[in-house]
């Protein structure tokens, strides 16, 4: 499956962006899904992610209570809503797809062989 990433752009602190992430088939519906990002000269970290029925839903410490993922399966979609953005937030995000084994590996970026391109967010103060 091929995974595009979109909804990354300029945003003030404290305003919000809703990233979405297609898949390019319905094999998309079968996939744990996981958000990552990479700040500059910093390594990707785990963001968020949901399993692929949508039941489980895991987040960074960082974003708890500020970020939102979701997805919708008929659409091949699934969807970061991000609010209460600050500069730490600034990085390129990208989306993740793969069967998980255990729910507890989902933030592990190794587990993911389908990756999207990434989107850009660029958080201003």
């Known amino acids: 499956v091929q995974l595009q990433a979109s909804g990354g752009g300029l945003v003030q602190a404290g305003g919000s962006l809703r990233l979405s992430c297609t898949g390019s088939t319905a094999t998309f519906s079968w996939y744990a899904m996981g958000w990552f990002r990479q700040a500059p000269g910093k390594e990707r970290e785990f963001v968020a992610a949901?399993?692929?029925?949508?039941?489980?839903?895991y987040y960074a410490d960082s974003v708890k209570g500020r970020f939102v993922i979701s997805r919708d399966n008929a659409k091949n979609t699934g969807y970061l809503q991000m609010d209460s953005l600050n500069g730490e937030d600034t990085a390129v995000y990208y989306c993740?797809?793969?069967?998980?084994?255990?729910?507890?590996?989902?933030?592990?970026?190794?587990?993911?062989?389908?990756w999207g391109q990434g989107t850009e967010v660029t958080v201003s103060s």
């Open positions: 993740a797809a793969d069967r998980i084994s255990r729910p507890q590996l989902v933030v592990n970026p190794a587990e993911y062989d389908y």
């Open positions: 949901i399993t692929w029925s949508g039941s489980h839903t």
